[in-house]
């Protein structure tokens, strides 16, 4: 499936802000599964844009500097992407976890893309009790690995309701945990803390996902959001398979991913500093649209 | 006849038969320090001691504690208890020069061997890559710091600043028990107890040739300086800010070491180097010594919550621009689970065994060290491994496995199984004893030693030859049970050869004379200007409540403030939020009146709350302000008699303060702030007691009211035999400029400091503020008393206002809030 995707993020400040230092992280990285064939980043006004030194997960960071007044920032990301994954269908062949977990303890990876960094708790997802028990009857060790991740999954997609006005993008996995609700990011969040606690490694993926109009209606234009699910590393032979405990679903063809990291902070798509005072408003807009089915979008 | 001594101080024995005395009676055993080493250097210090203290050591104690106190005031945060975190004991811990040596190898090689991994942890990464250990072992750590790999530290170095925790065993072998490779504490804390325990047996030095602290600290510095890419380096000391616990010792170090104390608000990264906002504009800085958290350092690189680290630091670090020492990312190799691989990865890369052996640690992370800790934790201590809380012990402190409840060990366990890499199982160490003073006598304790490594100027280790004993609380000797332990000593390294009498002076060539002691940053001109605006506040708040209270010396006019002069002195005071309106101007109720305007703490902007304001203030500034300064700020508010005496006393503190600062700070631009608060505040006041007892209409009551606050009486009598009159009252309180008290004087001070203070460019045009200055000097210098209208004098109110707003624009950090930029919405 092929994709035009256009993230457009436009912050308004009360008052002029002197200048703006920001990292973005809105490039999609290459993946296994999907190719970038364009890309565009446009920021208004322009600023400064570089490649930024410091890269905590896998991500595209751009610095973004801007040293002029302004009371309006836009930041438009324009993608083409081709997505060609298939469901992974588990097979007798897999690793059990507790050979995952052996495998991954004593990797020499040290790099990003290794297992050993997503072994362990990291800032914005600490090891958790409750967690850890709601999450260990699909994790037995003599399982196989695929299954209990999809499994997992499932059971969080069934225990929780998806509810934007539970929780906030900085809501703990504890607390989004003890609401049962809440969105994708926290669905996520739970789902690592319980891997982790398991001895599993297991990252978060941040990205974009097909959305599918219901029936008789046609898609909205920039109503989709971003997305975020879970990865979890399989054993030398798979690696790192995609689930998705929002929607109890596999990462496939729908999935465009965009940044990996241990937790949100290794991923956030806009952050940094702006010198200010006052309020600042912040509006996101998305739009994924495969480009068969490509309609018109208004000037 | 002889000289008489009071009898008092004589003795019944001589030092000497004390010394043996307390050194007979130790029941110290055969494997504690004093009773394992030879006898004479113990002795020598028992005689000092004795000298001292005579029979009852306890006097020796009291002693050398009070030298602390003495010495610690200068850096301990005003306004807050916090004692020192351990005090002192004045029995030093004895290591003779053989031994150091051993210590001192042990150490050196240790931080090589640290710095050749890290070398390799944020470089090629070899090590990992060819098995010596798991990834894992890295990743665990909260410390590892993935975004600068492939990043080489500018000056070539991850380490310059190290300490290493030491027990020594009962058979007299040093263990590692800790490495501190982010920013160890306690140096200052060894420079401390060294003073205090220096002043207490002064001849211990000379008679034991006791190595000194200065040379190492001068090698750190010169170390930090030879690593900077400019020759004159500016090098600052990075602090989290005077809330954080170890501010205090932070302040000191940066007094002791001559850097420039910086919060993170002081810098700037701007175009790949890194500045410090003074006010003179921004200044380069080559080096921080950081004793700030590395994820707080930078919010871009790092935690992009941190408000207290410096956006783009990492930027300028990576270019090569600013030298930080430790490199962060350097804690990775603190872990308990580190370790484990360290006796080996010193023979595999070095071909020599450690000099100073780690405690046996085994790290579950591996199959057949996690099968031994499952069989034996019940002799073992078990601890997280990366230092963070795991799901299986019960917190993230050290637990002895035995000491576990059924329910721990079975969580433990279970847990084991699943994240077995969280934790690693240690052999519980046993400690030797040294003597401390308990009561009035000598007692064996368990003690730890932290020693201390720096860098010198040709990248080589130097050891600060002694170091910070801590002494347990309890005889027990396990490490574990030791934790941060209770009492600090002082630890001498002594031996044979004489000591030359080292000075910290540099080759006279070597350094050029100057006498503006560098560049004041903008924060700290903030806080002196804002001191001094409180500090006259509170005086003139005082003064008051003083001549409310009925008080004048000038009895013998007869001009006692009559009920009407009192409304208005009650009005200003409770216009200037100090109190609530009295009840009614009887006697009893203006007196509690005046209490509430002292000493209220619950919102009001009473002399207590201006008093706060100043502590506060200068609790931000500690490494500039005189210790007197300080114990006078830190004084307790007095409490006995009346409040007219309360008033009067404060008063006094207050005017010994203002001398303090008037004579004892040396005219730098730091005091120029200092008095620009002083004399903008008290122009704003005397403007305000003008327009309300000066103006026509005034009655006598109100004039001798307008010449109290003015602190003019004594001026007027002797320039006015006549009696008083408004208009000569108002030429002295406001227009005279010979009257130190009256506006004039004040506008021309303002107007001279700001001519002093730098600007920014040299295109000889006035900056904002100084034209604000003179304008409020061209109206206040022409002006004649007898014309002078409220109108006039509001208008000074405002200008004066005007005036602070603009040397606030100009030279404080101000107004801009970062805020976070952060973004996502969520399906």
Not at chain 2, 9 to 26: E, I, N, S, V
Not at chain 2, 140 to 164: E, Q, T, Y
Not at chain 2, 450 to 476: K, Y
Request: with cysteine; proline share 7%.
């Amino acid at each position: 499936m092929r994709y035009d995707i256009r993230h457009i993020t436009r912050f308004d400040y009360g008052n002029a802000v002197k200048f703006a230092r920001c990292n973005l992280r809105l490039k999609p990285i290459d993946w296994p599964g999907q190719k970038l064939e364009d890309y565009a980043l446009h920021v208004a006004p322009s600023g400064r844009t570089t490649a930024a030194y410091a890269e905590a997960g896998l991500a595209h960071v751009t610095r973004l500097v801007v040293d002029e007044r302004v009371r309006r920032l836009t930041i438009e990301s324009v993608a083409r992407i081709t997505v060609d994954r298939l469901v992974p269908v588990p097979d007798a062949s897999d690793p059990m976890i507790a050979e995952v977990c052996a495998l991954a303890r004593a990797s020499s990876d040290v790099s990003a893309a290794g297992p050993a960094a997503y072994l362990f708790p990291s800032p914005l997802i600490p090891l958790d009790r409750a967690i850890a028990d709601y999450c260990a009857p699909d994790l037995s060790p003599d399982r196989n690995v695929l299954e209990a991740g999809i499994a997992l999954a499932r059971r969080i997609q069934r225990d929780f309701a998806f509810d934007p006005a539970a929780t906030l993008v900085d809501t703990p996995p504890h607390e989004a945990f003890a609401k049962r609700s809440g969105v994708c990011q926290d669905f996520a969040q739970i789902m690592l803390t319980g891997l982790r606690a398991a001895g599993l490694p297991a990252a978060y993926a941040s990205g974009y996902i097909r959305t599918i109009p219901p029936p008789g209606q046609e898609r909205l234009v920039g109503a989709d959001a971003t997305h975020a699910w879970v990865l979890i590393w399989c054993g030398p032979q798979r690696g790192w398979v995609g689930v998705d405990p929002t929607n109890g679903i596999w990462m496939a063809g729908d999935h465009i991913v965009v940044a990996i990291g241990r937790d949100y902070a290794e991923i956030a798509p806009v952050d940094g500093v702006v010198l200010g005072s006052g309020a600042q408003a912040m509006e996101v807009s998305v739009d994924v649209a495969p480009i068969a089915e490509r309609i018109e979008e208004p000037a | 006849m002889a000289k008489e001594e009071p009898l008092a101080t004589q003795p019944l024995f001589d030092t000497g038969t004390l010394a043996r005395r307390h050194f007979d009676d130790y029941a110290g055993t055969s494997s504690d320090t004093m009773r394992a080493g030879a006898a004479a250097p113990w002795l020598a210090v028992l005689e000092e001691l004795s000298s001292v203290a005579g029979d009852d050591l306890g006097h020796a104690r009291e002693r050398v504690q009070r030298h602390a106190i003495d010495i610690g005031t200068g850096f301990r945060i005003i306004g807050e208890d916090s004692e020192r975190p351990w005090p002192v004991s004045p029995m030093p811990l004895l290591i003779e020069a053989a031994e150091w040596a051993h210590i001192e190898r042990g150490v050196v090689q240790r931080a090589d061997l640290f710095e050749t991994i890290l070398a390799d942890l944020y470089g090629p990464s070899r090590l990992v890559e060819r098995g010596h250990f798991p990834a894992t072992l890295v990743t665990g750590s909260p410390f590892f710091l993935r975004p600068l790999v492939g990043l080489a530290p500018p000056g070539g170095h991850h380490l310059h600043f190290v300490a290493i925790d030491l027990g020594r065993s009962p058979s007299g072998e040093w263990r590692v028990l800790a490495d501190h490779l982010r920013a160890p504490t306690g140096a200052g804390y060894a420079l401390e107890n060294r003073l205090a325990v220096s002043r207490t047996l002064g001849g211990l030095q000379a008679r034991l040739n006791v190595r000194r602290h200065a040379p190492f600290f001068a090698a750190f510095r010169e170390g930090l300086a030879a690593a900077c890419r400019r020759s004159d380096p500016r090098i600052g000391l990075l602090t989290p800010g005077r809330y954080n616990p170890s501010y205090p010792e932070q302040a000191h170090l940066a007094r002791y070491l001559g850097l420039l104390l910086v919060e993170g608000d002081d810098l700037a990264a701007l175009e790949d180097r890194l500045y410090v906002r003074t006010i003179a504009g921004l200044k380069r800085v080559d080096a921080l010594w950081r004793r700030l958290d590395p994820r707080l350092l930078d919010p871009l690189a790092f935690d992009s919550h941190s408000r207290i680290g410096v956006p783009g630091l990492i930027d300028v670090w990576a270019q090569g621009n600013v030298v930080l020492a430790n490199a962060p990312g350097a804690g990775v190799l603190e872990s308990p689970a580190f370790g484990a691989f360290l006796p080996q990865l010193s023979t595999r890369l070095t071909g020599a065994d450690l000099i100073l052996p780690n405690i046996a640690t085994w790290w579950c992370g591996q199959p057949r060290e996690a099968a031994h800790v499952a069989g034996e934790f019940g002799s073992m201590l078990l601890s997280p491994a990366f230092g963070a809380r795991t799901l299986g012990l019960p917190g993230d402190a050290p637990v002895a496995g035995a000491d576990l409840t059924p329910e721990q060990r079975a969580a433990f366990l279970d847990d084991l199984t699943r994240r077995p890499q969280d934790y690693v199982g240690q052999e519980i160490v046993r400690l030797s004893t040294m003597p401390v003073i308990i009561e009035d006598r000598l007692e064996p304790r368990p003690f730890t030693l932290r020693v201390f490594a720096a860098r010198d100027a040709q990248g080589h280790w130097q050891v600060l030859p002694g170091g910070f004993a801590r002494i347990g609380e309890h005889p027990d000797p396990r490490a574990a049970v030791l934790g941060e332990g209770t009492w600090s000593a002082d630890v001498c390294v002594h031996g044979a050869e004489p000591v030359s009498p080292v000075s910290l002076l540099p080759a006279p060539d070597s350094l050029h004379v100057r006498r503006n002691p560098g560049t004041l940053p903008s924060r700290v001109a903030d806080n002196f200007f804002w001191l001094g605006r409180y500090l006259e506040r509170g005086e003139a708040l005082l003064a008051a409540i003083r001549v409310m209270l009925g008080h004048s010396i000038d009895a013998d006019t007869g001009a006692a403030p009559d009920e009407a002069t009192i409304a208005k002195l009650v009005a200003e005071i409770v216009d200037s939020g100090a109190a609530p309106a009295p009840a009614s101007f009887r006697r009893a109720d203006l007196i509690a009146f005046a209490r509430t305007a002292m000493e209220a703490r619950d919102g009001w902007q009473s002399v207590a709350a201006i008093n706060t304001h100043a502590q506060r203030i200068a609790g931000g500034s500690r490494d500039r302000l005189s210790v007197d300064m300080v114990r006078l700020l830190d004084a307790p508010f007095p409490t006995h008699r009346g409040m007219l005496d309360r008033a009067g006393s404060l008063q006094r503190r207050y005017a010994a303060i203002a001398g303090l600062s008037a004579e004892h700070m040396g005219r730098t631009a730091a005091w120029r702030f200092h008095d620009l608060g002083r004399r903008i505040e008290r122009a704003r006041a005397i403007t305000r007691a003008a327009r309300i007892f000066g103006m026509s209409g005034a009655s006598a009551g109100d004039l001798s009211t307008l010449l109290d606050l003015a602190d003019s009486q004594i001026s007027y009598r002797q320039r006015y035999l006549t009696g008083i009159a408004r208009v000569p009252v108002v030429d002295l309180t406001v227009l005279d400029p010979g009257n130190p008290r009256a506006l004039a004087f004040q506008v021309e001070r303002v107007r001279e400091h700001l001519a002093a203070l730098p600007v920014l460019d040299d295109d000889g045009m006035a900056e904002p503020q100084q034209i604000e200055a003179t304008e409020l000097l061209a109206l206040v210098a022409p002006a004649q008393a007898a014309l002078l209208d409220p109108e006039t004098l509001s208008e000074v109110e405002h200008r004066l206002f005007r005036l602070s707003e603009a040397i606030a624009r100009r030279y404080f950090l101000q107004g801009a809030e970062p805020l976070r930029a952060s973004g996502l919405t969520l399906a």
